[in-house]
């Protein structure tokens, strides 16, 4: 069905040219999305709203892999795959860095997947692993909550797994679980609201303010009960999540870029950016993601101009070490913009950097798709030994218009040598 609506979107065309904004980390219905959009819709919906690129990021799996690249390249959008989890940082075991009242615990990003591993590789063993340890900390979640929320009881195969279209759950979707199994119990808002607010040690009267406001309410439950303090918190280990160094291979093992991941600067891991990238430098890290709206976007002008000036500092020191930046809105959340505001004058100092970040990942996978030529190869690497030369020529390739189908079979045809000549004269006109 989504593939027809995409074909009849197609035909009708009358989509706005590209813009130079971008949003290259959005979450799919296969991780959770806000809206419960799939691949193919925030394909759509980056299209028409002129986006420049777009790219999927869901957690802990590559399921919309396939999707996005189809649906992206019949409505010739610039597009990357990545994904996300939480891994440990061993450095810093001792210290808060991107994950709240998680010290150790680090979210972390690998980019350009073109395509899904072999289940029986090395990488696609890991990536089982990465779901497996998920749906464990689920359970064990869960387990914790149940004790302290009789007479409710959570099933997680019953009541979270079918609100996800393969398996995938996350936080959120169990938080909506748990608001939709009390909504079922109890015979009517006013019981319900009465329980939430004995169980969770909340005013009655703040919950009767939130509780119309679902996408709002979810936050308070969500955090009520997962985050630092809430009902089933308990500080991770490092054994409840993956080595960073062994995702990070896993990563290269797919011929991807490992990315690390920027929270706002405001935990004690990440008052020293300089230090923690080059540390992530020397275990072969090559590009950052950022999410700009949480670095600036707020009404108390002392808490912006704090989150500002980190999240300079932090662009200076990516620029100093010339890693390209990736940047994004999440799409993980109710409400979070579908494109951040690069006029913001926050962002606008930022912009081609940002801008030559999406480039690059979109032509790492344009040249890993078609020429077998990856961003982080030690052939890439010898063809431009210096760092800025080698984001200069993967950002030329990313800033091709998206292929037109006859391109992209004459590209499909070719060998590897000769798309990649093919390519990087295109790169050069910036025409196919």
């Given at each position: 069905?989504?593939?027809l609506?995409?074909?009849?979107?197609?035909?009708a065309?009358?989509f706005?040219?590209a813009?130079?904004?971008?949003?290259?980390?959005?979450?799919?219905?296969?991780?959770?999305?806000?809206e419960?959009?799939?691949?193919?819709?925030?394909a759509y919906?980056m299209?028409?709203?002129g986006?420049?690129?777009?790219?999927?990021?869901?957690?802990?799996v590559l399921h919309?892999?396939p999707?996005?690249?189809?649906?992206?390249?019949?409505?010739?959008l610039r597009?990357?795959?990545a994904f996300?989890?939480?891994v440990f940082?061993?450095?810093?075991?001792?210290q808060?860095?991107n994950?709240?009242?998680?010290?150790g615990?680090?979210?972390?990003?690998?980019?350009g997947?073109?395509e899904?591993?072999?289940a029986?590789?090395?990488a696609?063993?890991?990536?089982?692993?990465?779901?497996l340890q998920?749906h464990?900390r689920?359970?064990?979640?869960?387990?914790r909550?149940?004790s302290?929320?009789?007479p409710l009881?959570l099933d997680y195969?019953?009541?979270v797994?079918?609100?996800?279209?393969?398996?995938?759950a996350?936080e959120?979707h169990?938080t909506?679980?748990?608001h939709q199994?009390?909504?079922?119990?109890?015979a009517?808002?006013?019981q319900c609201?009465?329980?939430?607010?004995?169980?969770l040690d909340?005013p009655?009267?703040?919950?009767?303010?939130?509780?119309?406001?679902?996408n709002?309410?979810l936050e308070l439950?969500?955090?009520?009960?997962?985050k630092r303090?809430?009902?089933g918190?308990?500080?991770?280990?490092?054994?409840?999540?993956p080595k960073?160094e062994?995702?990070?291979?896993m990563?290269?093992?797919?011929?991807?870029?490992?990315?690390?991941?920027?929270l706002?600067?405001?935990?004690p891991?990440?008052?020293?950016p300089?230090?923690?990238l080059?540390?992530?430098l020397?275990?072969?890290?090559?590009?950052?993601?950022?999410?700009p709206?949480r670095?600036?976007?707020?009404?108390?002008p002392?808490?912006?101009?704090?989150r500002?000036?980190?999240l300079?500092?932090y662009?200076a020191a990516?620029?100093?070490?010339?890693?390209?930046i990736?940047?994004g809105t999440?799409g993980?959340?109710?409400?979070?913009?579908?494109?951040?505001?690069f006029?913001a004058?926050?962002?606008?100092k930022?912009r081609q950097?940002?801008?030559?970040g999406?480039q690059?990942m979109?032509g790492?996978t344009?040249?890993?798709r078609?020429?077998d030529?990856?961003?982080?190869?030690?052939?890439a690497?010898?063809?431009?030994p210096?760092?800025?030369r080698?984001n200069?020529?993967f950002?030329?390739?990313?800033?091709?218009?998206?292929?037109?189908p006859?391109t992209?079979?004459?590209?499909g045809?070719?060998?590897?040598d000769?798309?990649?000549?093919y390519?990087?004269?295109?790169a050069?006109?910036?025409a196919?």
């Amino acid at each position: 069905m989504r593939r027809l609506a995409l074909d009849e979107a197609v035909q009708a065309g009358g989509f706005p040219p590209a813009s130079e904004q971008v949003n290259m980390h959005l979450h799919s219905f296969f991780s959770y999305n806000g809206e419960g959009w799939s691949p193919t819709r925030i394909a759509y919906e980056m299209k028409r709203l002129g986006l420049y690129s777009a790219a999927l990021c869901d957690f802990d799996v590559l399921h919309g892999l396939p999707e996005f690249f189809e649906a992206a390249d019949m409505l010739q959008l610039r597009a990357a795959v990545a994904f996300e989890s939480r891994v440990f940082f061993q450095e810093y075991a001792e210290q808060e860095i991107n994950s709240p009242g998680e010290p150790g615990v680090f979210y972390f990003m690998g980019m350009g997947f073109v395509e899904q591993p072999a289940a029986d590789s090395q990488a696609g063993q890991m990536f089982a692993e990465l779901l497996l340890q998920s749906h464990q900390r689920n359970r064990e979640l869960i387990g914790r909550i149940n004790s302290r929320l009789a007479p409710l009881a959570l099933d997680y195969e019953n009541d979270v797994l079918p609100l996800t279209p393969a398996n995938n759950a996350t936080e959120r979707h169990i938080t909506l679980a748990f608001h939709q199994l009390a909504l079922r119990h109890f015979a009517d808002k006013g019981q319900c609201l009465e329980f939430w607010s004995r169980k969770l040690d909340s005013p009655l009267e703040q919950l009767e303010k939130l509780f119309d406001n679902t996408n709002a309410f979810l936050e308070l439950l969500r955090g009520k009960l997962m985050k630092r303090g809430g009902l089933g918190y308990v500080q991770p280990s490092a054994k409840a999540f993956p080595k960073l160094e062994l995702v990070i291979d896993m990563i290269r093992q797919c011929r991807a870029i490992p990315m690390s991941a920027w929270l706002d600067g405001s935990l004690p891991g990440e008052q020293n950016p300089e230090e923690q990238l080059q540390c992530l430098l020397d275990k072969k890290v090559e590009a950052l993601n950022i999410i700009p709206d949480r670095n600036w976007n707020f009404k108390d002008p002392e808490l912006q101009r704090q989150r500002v000036a980190a999240l300079d500092r932090y662009v200076a020191a990516a620029a100093e070490l010339e890693l390209p930046i990736n940047v994004g809105t999440e799409g993980n959340k109710p409400g979070q913009r579908l494109v951040d505001d690069f006029e913001a004058e926050a962002l606008r100092k930022h912009r081609q950097a940002f801008l030559q970040g999406a480039q690059i990942m979109v032509g790492h996978t344009r040249l890993l798709r078609y020429a077998d030529l990856a961003y982080i190869d030690d052939k890439a690497q010898k063809m431009y030994p210096q760092r800025a030369r080698r984001n200069e020529f993967f950002a030329k390739a990313g800033a091709l218009p998206a292929p037109g189908p006859e391109t992209r079979l004459k590209l499909g045809k070719m060998s590897a040598d000769n798309a990649l000549d093919y390519i990087s004269e295109a790169a050069v006109k910036q025409a196919w």
